[in-house]
């Protein structure tokens, strides 16, 4: 293997934890407005602040991943970033909109004691899930699918070329898998009624997720997959499908470990499709951006493979350790009054000396 192809797996592993952990993250967020209902005399914003709970003190780490791979990505492939980032700018952009709302409203939903600001954090949740969710998948399918790129690697298409009806597939696709794997980490993390309901919405979920992804994975590997490519196929599929026996087992240890694989076997089914280019040249074949010619020089791959290999294992040390820490569940009886500020309308009186 040589270092270009090594450091094309290693971005693809640094998506692939992003898309695992973030990836229930955006479930969560996505699920909120359906399991943050009031139920079993339990009011709506106390389960929906235990929900929030079971990602609080690991979703910022989360994050971490995707910047590492984009950083990793600029490092190891400049052309390939370069294209990459200009062509997908509009869809980058809501992505990032989408995570900084996000963060807002986790950071600040619990900070002011009222009705409405909560709800109003809630609905930036739910976006800031849902919109990150759908585009990662357009963004990759299209980089499976190919791009009008000319010789220069430029871009010479728009943005509705980025729309085409397998690319909003694999958005709906990843959108679904994320939801049920956020759905069986709920299930993982919470105990009580709030358990149950997870448990209930993954079962629901894992069904559709699985018809919408077995027909774009076929679709992804009759069209651009290679031989062995069927093996990373076939182990999503069963993953999936056992995912959805585990849930009805009420074994969500096992569903979370099953969607898990799930989740890797698409990753390696899209990366498989995509090798040895970067992103294919739908104007001409000649012009595919490959592995070799987008990677930067030998030196410059030697130095960030030692900084890698030095840093790499320490932070995930400590992610693993973070995720030890907290792994205790967490029961709508557990989550306290609400302690933030109350929202008033101050009026102010003049007085006349």
């Known amino acids: 293997m040589s270092l270009p192809e090594f450091w094309f797996a290693i971005v693809g592993f640094l998506f692939l934890g992003y898309f695992i952990l973030e990836g229930f993250d955006f479930g969560v967020g996505m699920l909120m407005p359906f399991l943050g209902r009031a139920k079993h005399g339990v009011p709506g914003d106390t389960r929906r602040r235990a929900m929030l709970n079971t990602i609080g003190p690991v979703w910022d780490g989360n994050e971490v991943w995707l910047i590492t791979g984009g950083g990793a990505l600029f490092a190891a492939f400049p052309a390939w970033y370069a294209t990459m980032f200009s062509t997908f700018y509009i869809p980058l952009f809501l992505i990032l909109v989408g995570l900084i709302v996000r963060v807002v409203s986790i950071e600040w939903r619990g900070k ?100 919408v992804a077995a027909v774009w994975g076929l679709w992804t590997q009759i069209e651009y997959g290679k031989d062995w490519t069927w093996i990373a196929l076939g182990t999503a599929a069963v993953a999936i499908i056992s995912a959805t026996v585990l849930a009805f087992a009420r074994r969500e240890g096992w569903a979370f470990v099953a969607t898990t694989v799930a989740i890797t076997g698409v990753v390696i089914l899209i990366l498989g499709s995509m090798f040895p280019n970067v992103i294919p040249s739908t104007t001409d074949p000649a012009f595919n951006m490959t592995i070799e010619g987008s990677a930067s020089s030998h030196y410059t791959l030697v130095v960030i493979t030692w900084a890698a290999a030095i840093i790499t294992p320490i932070v995930m040390c400590y992610q693993a350790w973070t995720y030890w820490v907290f792994r205790q569940r967490i029961s709508t009886s557990h989550i306290p009054p609400s302690i933030g500020l109350p929202l008033r309308e101050r009026k102010v009186t003049e007085k006349s000396t």
């Open 112 to 211: 002011i004691d009222d009705p409405r600001w909560r709800w109003w954090a809630d609905v930036g949740i739910g976006l800031g899930s849902w919109l990150p969710a759908i585009l990662w998948g357009v963004a990759f399918a299209n980089l499976v699918r190919g791009l009008p790129i000319d010789g220069e690697e430029q871009f010479t298409g728009n943005f509705f070329d980025l729309l085409s009806p397998y690319a909003l597939l694999g958005g709906v696709a990843t959108a679904m898998l994320f939801a049920t794997h956020g759905a069986v980490f709920l299930a993982l993390k919470t105990s009580d009624e709030l358990q149950q309901d997870s448990m209930k919405a993954a079962l629901w979920i894992a069904v559709p997720t699985t018809v």
